[in-house]
């Protein structure tokens, strides 16, 4: 992870100023990143709706170990105030437990930081001592949930992005407590959720954003019709002759097939307008026609994994690295950029 970027000194100096705003930006998952000027008193709002749904008070220890550049870290600090909790603050990186000697109560951590905690024993029993511990900016991939729900204290995943300031439902990862996991989250109490005719989700929620926003996000609502499921990014679908594709369904499915990092994507195709593409992160230092071998016995396994035949990747491209954001999340436009220059070539 990012390790520059705002210090802690330099947000509170901006939270305790005269200015009503701080000024965060989006992730970029899907673009460029964008600066955003939300409002102090929102993101208070937000904070102490979390507290009292985690039940976090001035007895709780907070653990800030991502960067304040984003709304995720910066929310990280300003539930400590609201909700009186002491913080710790740790460099971003991989590894934020590894040099701590008193473990917290309370962490907000990415996928890929909570994946390279595990791999570490004592980290790993550090993780397991948070009372509570959430995981957002990115999706969590099965075998990751799998190891985390055995964990005997709260472990739940988050839904939110920058406009929400940070989440605005959980979802619980683990059975504790009588509680069992789930596929659906929960909203806060105060958030309205609904979908549209096309299924992208609507959130109202006029304490933290003043407007109703609707996301790209694809949902599907439980029995109660509160509860929801995301199945997807609707700029995440391939339409491909006519049959809607979506990436993440693809990739999740394609987690524990593709030993490699990987990405699904689109690229223009002259039958179909668009087909499914596979960007995979392959070493380059063993030689094109190993990669292209590579690349061969990969579709082999992938062709017999997916059971859909509209799932299958037409296109297998080659790639030094598969690009992310700051927060852990695939960076799809520049996925497609360098598949566009495959494609060319």
């Known amino acids: 992870m990012d ?11 901006e ?33 102490r709706t979390t507290c ?4 976090l008070d001035s007895s709780d220890v907070a653990l800030l170990c991502m960067p304040l550049d984003y709304i995720a870290g910066k929310m990280v600090v300003v539930r400590s105030l609201a909700c009186g909790m002491r913080l710790i603050s740790v460099a971003p990186s991989s590894h934020p437990l590894s040099q701590l000697a008193e473990v917290p ?21 550090k993780l397991m001592e948070i009372k509570n ?6 999706a969590i991939d099965t075998s990751l949930e799998e190891q985390l729900r055995s964990f005997p204290n709260s472990v739940w995943s988050t839904y939110g992005m920058t406009e929400t300031l940070s989440h605005i ?16 989250y929960t909203p806060f109490d105060g958030v309205d959720v609904s979908s ?31 509860n929801f499921k995301v199945l997807g990014r609707a700029d995440n679908v391939i339409d491909t002759g006519g049959i809607k594709v979506q990436i993440e369904e693809v990739e999740k499915l394609l987690h524990d097939v593709v030993p490699y990092d990987f990405a699904i994507t689109r690229v223009a195709d002259w039958k179909y307008g668009e087909a499914v593409a596979i960007a995979v992160a392959l070493p380059s230092d063993k030689g094109k026609e190993w990669q292209q071998k590579e690349l061969d016995r990969l579709k082999e396994q992938v062709d017999e994994s997916l059971h859909n035949r509209y799932y ?10 598969i690009p992310h954001t700051g927060t852990g999340k695939i960076a799809r436009a520049e996925v497609e950029k360098l598949i566009d220059i495959c494609h060319i070539h």
């Open 3 to 13: 390790k520059g970027g705002m210090t802690l000194d330099e947000f509170l100096a």
């Open 15 to 47: 939270w305790n100023n005269d200015d009503a705003c701080v000024l965060v930006h989006t992730s970029g998952s899907t673009g460029k990143p964008k600066p955003l000027r939300v409002e102090k008193k929102r993101m208070l709002a937000s904070a």
């Open 52 to 55: 009292r749904f985690l039940g």
């Open 105 to 125: 109560t309370f962490a907000a951590m990415v996928p890929m930081q909570v994946y390279c905690s595990m791999q570490d024993e004592s980290e790993r029993q």
């Open 133 to 138: 511990l959430i995981i957002g900016g990115g």
């Open 169 to 184: 439902a959980l979802r619980r990862i683990n059975d504790t407590d009588g509680s069992k996991a789930s596929e659906y």
């Open 196 to 226: 549209l005719p096309d299924g992208r989700l609507r959130i109202y929620a006029p304490e933290i954003c003043p407007e109703p926003l609707v996301t790209n996000d694809i949902v599907e609502f439980d029995s109660t019709g509160r």
């Open 312 to 321: 299958r990747p037409r296109y297998y491209f080659p790639v030094e690295h």
